[in-house]
């Protein structure tokens, strides 16, 4: 399943950003279509918090990846014109090196002795992996969610290994309303005595805290008016136990409870807690001695696409709009989509009509 | 503290919307102002979730009341012109028979033994605390959040019993977005381990489960905007423990936990899960054979004001909105207020400036 994965082993210490450093990191990466013979056609793909390196189906891996619509032969990200990466976030449970990950030095899981993950430890996962392919500068650099706050953290540090970026439903810094959504989750997690302060066991993980935290995250990806059109006030057809006065009464809450069953098992708990963690520590302004037009400013990039999504709760379009006004401030050439998509933050995954043709024209463009 | 909290014991059962009986059932309000000669002057106070029946001061409890701003001699609900009566709702623990209570027929806590609780439930204690005092027909009925909703509902069951009402950021039915937000809170409390499917002891109440619920609620009851405002990124004062990688780095996460502690403790845990649930299963159609239109139409109020928050989550604008529609159709005076107010579902108990106008207004212009 996973035979299209890469992996990068570093043979020297990654030092984090907040402190701490990694000996023998792993990053596991795929790729689709060819490197060009003057290597300036890489497309590096950030992903959000959940999603593998696995974007999409190649011959070595035919299953369906997370963007599968969006990257392919003729699709909106080319792979018969582009070289495109994407990458495992470091931290994250797919093949990179993570909480969950054996410390060499101990012989033991990380667990809660990995040290702070930040958004700009991922994006040196990332320019590890490009320069290991000899690449030495980007064609672009393109991430949702986490990945598109990912971009802007690699435009900011690598200022010279990417011409263009495109940062979907991302910002400069989180709000302190997603802070505290973030913050919630996490303590369901921490509070779940399964959790064990980390220690938890392969086969006794926190169930119930990381179901809690999934259907959180999952009631705030998508937005209140798509649900109103999808279920309304529909029962739910599973019948309600008539001893439990607060089983499921909705369509709704059935919903949720079959999909957060579904993702619990498949992340590790304290690998999530850190990648949760890094999104609320992140201040692109941390780039630009506190002011972000002046980190917007040192950014080196040629073009820009900013997409936002107008019933995003978790990133709401004006956060995109403030690094559309940064950057034109900047004398970039930057160009704001607004989508009017009902799925919220989540849309980048579902509402491939209005995503596709806006980054496959842009990136037509710079042909 | 309550010197001034009255009782209304009944002497027949109550019968609940959705099944079962109660059997010596009590209410608690409070009132302010006289009733006038010919009984006419009466305005009654439904509350939100969690509010008691202590709107206001008065000689009897000089404590301010959660709505201390609003009643009183001179104030928007004038108790120099109205006889003002607010109730603790049935379901509720602060006097009012709730799953707390003892059941009289087994001498234990009814606990999840109390019968599904319905909005239509707390209209008709409200309905009792009111002939019991020989008022046939109030002046006004008025309400916020799930005061709102119970609002609707008591003009469908008692359509003689009002001439006018007032439903403030509530709505005819809770939508997929808002009933998922509060399942999760019932879960949350539900999955505490010190719940015991209900049985906990008074010692050992489910206080984790309680104070996420209870930050989740405070999370979705103001608005994004105001919390920028507020907290922007600010850094919390106290300590980060350095071997505590999830603890609290800002602001807003200090400000939750302290807000969540205040109001573990003060709540029953099985009350919040009815009262709750109530919210989920209120659907005002119910009360016109399925029709919203037809269960307004119904109403024989002759002015209504719908007040709603152009930042409210939980009940958005279009929900005030759709009941005011209604109402025209109806063809009853009705007057829509749509208040930008920055604190989103909560504004009824925090942006005073805007809300005391609308409603003294309002009740001024019907003298």
């Known amino acids: ?30 790729t689709w279509g060819a490197l060009s013979p003057t290597r300036d056609n890489a497309v590096l793909i950030f992903t959000g918090l959940s999603p593998s390196a696995h974007a999409a189906s190649s011959a070595q891996d035919c299953s369906p990846g997370w963007w599968e619509d969006m990257v392919g032969p003729g699709r909106a990200i080319d792979t018969n014109r ?8 470091l931290g994250s449970v797919f093949g990179s090196t993570s909480p969950a990950s054996i410390n060499p030095q101990t012989g033991e899981p990380y667990r809660l002795s990995f040290p702070i993950l930040t958004v700009e430890d991922i994006a040196r996962g990332g320019y590890e992996v490009i320069r290991s392919l000899k690449i030495n500068q980007l064609h672009t650099v393109i991430g949702p969610s986490l990945g598109g706050m990912t971009v802007l953290a690699f435009a900011a540090l690598f200022p010279d290994a990417t011409r263009n970026l495109i940062s979907i439903s991302g910002a400069a810094r989180s709000t302190p309303f997603t802070i505290a959504l973030r913050s919630l989750q996490r303590e369901m997690i921490r509070k779940d005595p399964a959790w064990q302060e980390g220690k938890y066991s392969a086969n006794a993980i926190p169930v119930e805290g990381m179901r809690l935290a999934r259907k959180l995250g999952m009631i705030t990806y998508r937005s209140a008016k798509e649900w109103l059109q999808r279920f ?3 029962r739910a057809s599973v019948e309600h136990k008539p001893d439990d006065p607060f089983g499921i009464d909705f369509e709704i809450e059935a ?3 079959n999909h957060a069953a579904k993702f619990v098992g498949q992340f590790d708990p304290n690998a999530y807690l850190y990648l949760s963690r890094a999104m609320d520590l992140f201040d692109l302004a941390d780039h630009g001695e506190g002011s972000l037009s002046e980190a917007l400013r040192r950014f080196k990039i040629k073009n820009a696409l900013i997409i936002g999504v107008e019933t995003d709760l978790l990133f709401p379009i004006e956060q995109q709009k403030e690094l559309f006004d940064g950057l034109t401030s900047a004398d970039r050439n930057v160009k704001l989509a607004r989508l009017n998509s009902l799925q919220g933050h ?3 995954l579902v509402d491939m009509d209005q995503f596709r043709p806006v980054i496959g024209d842009f990136l037509r463009e710079l042909a």
């Not at 582009?82 to 976030?89: E, H, L, Q, T």
């Open 346 to 348: 989540d849309s980048f």
């Open 82 to 89: 582009f070289f495109v990466v994407c990458i495992n976030s």
């Open 232 to 234: 309304g006030r529909e």
């Open 1 to 30: 399943m996973a035979a299209a994965r890469q992996y990068l082993k570093l043979d020297h210490p990654f030092p984090m950003r907040r402190g701490g450093v990694l000996q023998q990191v792993q990053l596991a990466y795929e």
């Open 255 to 257: 919903y949720l409870e």
